[in-house]
Protein backbone atom coordinates (compact mmCIF):
# COMPACT_ATOMS: atom_id res chain seq x y z
CA UNK A 1 0.00 0.00 0.00
CA UNK A 2 2.58 2.78 -1.08
CA UNK A 3 0.49 5.64 -2.11
CA UNK A 4 2.95 8.73 -3.09
CA UNK A 5 6.56 7.61 -2.95
CA UNK A 6 8.98 10.10 -3.00
CA UNK A 7 12.92 9.90 -3.65
CA UNK A 8 15.31 11.01 -3.09
CA UNK A 9 14.25 12.09 0.37
CA UNK A 10 17.43 14.33 0.41
CA UNK A 11 19.76 15.92 -1.61
CA UNK A 12 22.36 18.41 -2.02
CA UNK A 13 23.08 20.55 -5.22
CA UNK A 14 25.53 22.85 -6.35
CA UNK A 15 24.99 25.50 -7.92
CA UNK A 16 24.29 25.00 -11.53
CA UNK A 17 23.70 21.49 -11.49
CA UNK A 18 20.49 19.86 -12.52
CA UNK A 19 18.03 16.89 -11.05
CA UNK A 20 14.87 15.57 -11.29
CA UNK A 21 12.43 14.53 -8.25
CA UNK A 22 10.58 11.78 -8.89
CA UNK A 23 7.09 10.79 -7.43
CA UNK A 24 5.33 7.78 -8.33
CA UNK A 25 1.36 6.85 -6.99
CA UNK A 26 -0.06 3.76 -7.17
CA UNK A 27 -3.63 4.81 -7.01
CA UNK A 28 -4.37 5.45 -9.92
CA UNK A 29 -5.50 8.80 -9.47
CA UNK A 30 -5.48 11.67 -12.59
CA UNK A 31 -4.22 14.82 -10.23
CA UNK A 32 -0.71 15.15 -9.02
CA UNK A 33 0.84 18.19 -7.78
CA UNK A 34 4.20 19.17 -6.73
CA UNK A 35 4.64 21.77 -4.20
CA UNK A 36 7.64 23.62 -2.67
CA UNK A 37 7.65 24.56 1.27
CA UNK A 38 10.01 27.18 2.31
CA UNK A 39 10.25 27.83 5.89
CA UNK A 40 7.78 29.22 7.99
CA UNK A 41 5.45 29.40 4.88
CA UNK A 42 2.53 27.49 3.66
CA UNK A 43 2.64 25.58 0.42
CA UNK A 44 3.37 26.73 -3.14
CA UNK A 45 2.27 25.17 -6.42
CA UNK A 46 5.01 24.86 -8.85
CA UNK A 47 3.05 22.43 -11.60
CA UNK A 48 0.28 20.29 -11.67
CA UNK A 49 -1.46 17.57 -13.82
CA UNK A 50 -4.67 16.83 -14.69
CA UNK A 51 -3.85 13.71 -16.63
CA UNK A 52 -1.46 11.73 -18.24
CA UNK A 53 0.08 14.15 -21.07
CA UNK A 54 -1.36 17.37 -19.73
CA UNK A 55 0.48 19.58 -16.98
CA UNK A 56 -0.14 23.30 -16.41
CA UNK A 57 1.91 25.71 -13.72
CA UNK A 58 0.92 26.83 -10.73
CA UNK A 59 2.11 29.64 -8.89
CA UNK A 60 6.23 29.21 -8.79
CA UNK A 61 6.89 27.40 -11.88
CA UNK A 62 9.97 29.64 -12.66
CA UNK A 63 13.43 27.17 -12.69
CA UNK A 64 11.53 23.59 -12.85
CA UNK A 65 9.70 21.44 -15.88
CA UNK A 66 7.63 18.44 -15.39
CA UNK A 67 6.11 15.66 -17.49
CA UNK A 68 3.55 13.44 -16.86
CA UNK A 69 4.05 10.16 -20.03
CA UNK A 70 2.24 8.01 -17.18
CA UNK A 71 -0.57 8.03 -14.45
CA UNK A 72 1.65 6.66 -11.97
CA UNK A 73 4.52 9.10 -12.87
CA UNK A 74 5.19 12.92 -12.13
CA UNK A 75 8.65 13.91 -12.08
CA UNK A 76 9.95 17.12 -11.35
CA UNK A 77 13.04 18.43 -12.96
CA UNK A 78 15.33 21.27 -11.43
CA UNK A 79 18.07 22.30 -14.63
CA UNK A 80 20.22 25.03 -13.39
CA UNK A 81 19.82 24.48 -9.34
CA UNK A 82 20.21 28.22 -7.54
CA UNK A 83 19.79 28.94 -4.05
CA UNK A 84 16.33 30.41 -4.02
CA UNK A 85 15.40 26.36 -5.06
CA UNK A 86 16.52 25.57 -1.31
CA UNK A 87 13.09 23.86 0.00
CA UNK A 88 11.29 21.13 0.85
CA UNK A 89 9.09 19.40 -1.97
CA UNK A 90 6.25 17.59 -1.78
CA UNK A 91 4.47 15.40 -4.17
CA UNK A 92 0.71 14.79 -4.28
CA UNK A 93 -2.01 12.87 -5.85
CA UNK A 94 -6.16 13.09 -5.90
CA UNK A 95 -8.87 11.28 -7.60
CA UNK A 96 -10.79 14.16 -8.37
CA UNK A 97 -10.29 17.70 -8.28
CA UNK A 98 -11.64 18.77 -4.70
CA UNK A 99 -10.85 15.18 -3.29
CA UNK A 100 -8.24 15.52 -0.67
CA UNK A 101 -4.57 14.88 -1.15
CA UNK A 102 -2.43 11.94 -0.50
CA UNK A 103 1.17 13.27 -0.02
CA UNK A 104 4.69 11.87 -0.50
CA UNK A 105 7.17 12.29 2.23
CA UNK A 106 8.59 15.37 0.74
CA UNK A 107 12.51 15.81 -0.45
CA UNK A 108 14.77 18.31 1.58
CA UNK A 109 16.77 19.84 -1.38
CA UNK A 110 19.45 22.02 -0.44
CA UNK A 111 21.19 23.88 -3.18
CA UNK A 112 24.78 25.39 -2.59
CA UNK B 1 -6.68 37.72 -4.61
CA UNK B 2 -6.99 34.11 -3.00
CA UNK B 3 -5.46 33.49 0.00
CA UNK B 4 -5.88 31.72 3.24
CA UNK B 5 -4.55 32.99 6.67
CA UNK B 6 -3.62 31.33 9.90
CA UNK B 7 -2.70 34.28 12.44
CA UNK B 8 -1.57 32.04 14.82
CA UNK B 9 1.73 30.21 14.39
CA UNK B 10 1.86 28.78 17.50
CA UNK B 11 -0.94 27.67 19.60
CA UNK B 12 -0.32 25.80 23.48
CA UNK B 13 -2.83 24.38 25.42
CA UNK B 14 -3.13 21.90 28.06
CA UNK B 15 -5.10 18.55 27.66
CA UNK B 16 -8.70 18.34 28.38
CA UNK B 17 -8.42 21.89 27.25
CA UNK B 18 -10.98 23.22 24.26
CA UNK B 19 -9.00 24.01 20.88
CA UNK B 20 -9.63 26.56 18.11
CA UNK B 21 -7.41 26.71 15.40
CA UNK B 22 -8.39 30.31 12.85
CA UNK B 23 -8.51 29.85 8.89
CA UNK B 24 -9.68 33.01 7.09
CA UNK B 25 -9.70 32.81 3.56
CA UNK B 26 -9.85 35.78 0.63
CA UNK B 27 -12.03 34.33 -2.41
CA UNK B 28 -14.57 35.88 -4.23
CA UNK B 29 -16.35 32.55 -5.47
CA UNK B 30 -17.78 29.83 -3.42
CA UNK B 31 -15.08 27.89 -1.37
CA UNK B 32 -13.80 24.40 -1.39
CA UNK B 33 -11.84 24.00 2.82
CA UNK B 34 -9.57 21.87 3.88
CA UNK B 35 -7.63 21.25 6.73
CA UNK B 36 -4.57 19.19 6.42
CA UNK B 37 -2.22 17.90 9.43
CA UNK B 38 1.23 16.57 10.11
CA UNK B 39 2.00 14.66 12.95
CA UNK B 40 5.71 14.48 14.16
CA UNK B 41 8.25 12.54 10.78
CA UNK B 42 5.06 11.70 9.44
CA UNK B 43 3.10 12.75 5.55
CA UNK B 44 0.97 15.57 5.82
CA UNK B 45 -2.80 13.69 5.85
CA UNK B 46 -6.27 15.00 5.01
CA UNK B 47 -8.10 15.78 8.33
CA UNK B 48 -11.30 17.21 7.11
CA UNK B 49 -13.49 18.75 4.37
CA UNK B 50 -15.62 21.28 4.58
CA UNK B 51 -18.04 19.83 2.36
CA UNK B 52 -18.42 16.16 3.89
CA UNK B 53 -19.43 18.28 7.22
CA UNK B 54 -17.32 15.14 9.10
CA UNK B 55 -15.63 15.10 12.38
CA UNK B 56 -12.42 13.42 12.53
CA UNK B 57 -10.33 12.42 15.63
CA UNK B 58 -12.94 14.90 17.63
CA UNK B 59 -12.09 17.76 15.26
CA UNK B 60 -15.09 20.01 13.09
CA UNK B 61 -14.89 23.00 11.10
CA UNK B 62 -17.79 24.99 10.15
CA UNK B 63 -17.72 27.26 7.23
CA UNK B 64 -18.64 30.62 8.08
CA UNK B 65 -19.18 32.66 4.02
CA UNK B 66 -20.19 35.86 6.41
CA UNK B 67 -17.29 36.11 8.27
CA UNK B 68 -14.85 33.80 5.61
CA UNK B 69 -13.67 31.58 8.15
CA UNK B 70 -13.61 28.02 8.86
CA UNK B 71 -11.80 27.65 12.12
CA UNK B 72 -10.72 23.93 13.38
CA UNK B 73 -11.90 23.24 16.73
CA UNK B 74 -12.15 20.38 19.42
CA UNK B 75 -13.78 20.32 22.50
CA UNK B 76 -10.75 18.74 24.69
CA UNK B 77 -7.69 18.67 23.49
CA UNK B 78 -5.15 15.67 23.50
CA UNK B 79 -1.77 15.19 23.65
CA UNK B 80 -1.69 12.94 20.76
CA UNK B 81 -3.08 15.94 18.99
CA UNK B 82 0.41 18.06 18.77
CA UNK B 83 1.35 18.43 15.13
CA UNK B 84 1.12 21.23 12.53
CA UNK B 85 -2.34 22.35 11.09
CA UNK B 86 -2.86 23.50 7.59
CA UNK B 87 -5.89 25.43 6.51
CA UNK B 88 -6.23 24.62 2.39
CA UNK B 89 -8.44 26.44 -0.43
CA UNK B 90 -9.60 25.24 -3.38
CA UNK B 91 -10.56 27.61 -5.81
CA UNK B 92 -12.21 27.27 -9.15
CA UNK B 93 -15.05 24.75 -7.47
CA UNK B 94 -12.36 22.21 -6.80
CA UNK B 95 -12.37 21.29 -10.54
CA UNK B 96 -8.19 21.97 -11.25
CA UNK B 97 -7.41 20.54 -7.56
CA UNK B 98 -5.42 22.59 -6.99
CA UNK B 99 -4.94 24.27 -2.88
CA UNK B 100 -3.66 27.40 -1.92
CA UNK B 101 -2.46 26.86 1.76
CA UNK B 102 -1.54 28.85 5.13
CA UNK B 103 1.30 29.08 6.37
CA UNK B 104 0.35 26.64 9.38
CA UNK B 105 -0.30 26.62 12.78
CA UNK B 106 1.49 24.29 15.77
CA UNK B 107 -0.25 23.13 18.09
CA UNK B 108 1.27 21.80 20.84
CA UNK B 109 -0.92 19.99 23.88
CA UNK B 110 0.96 20.22 26.90
CA UNK B 111 0.19 17.11 29.96
Known amino acids: NAGVTQTPKFRILKIGQSMTLQCTQDMNHNYMYWYRQDPGMGLKLIYY???????DKGEVPNGYNVSRSTTEDFPLRLELAAPSQTSVYFC???????????FGSGTRLTVV | AQRVTQPEKLLSVFKGAPVELKCNYS??????LFWYVQYSRQRLQLLLRHISRESIKGFTADLNKGETSFHLKKPFAQEEDSAMYYCALSPYGGSQGNLIFGKGTKLSVKP
Open chain 2, 27 to 32: YSGSPE
Open chain 1, 49 to 55: SVGAGIT
Open chain 1, 92 to 102: ASSRQGNYGYT
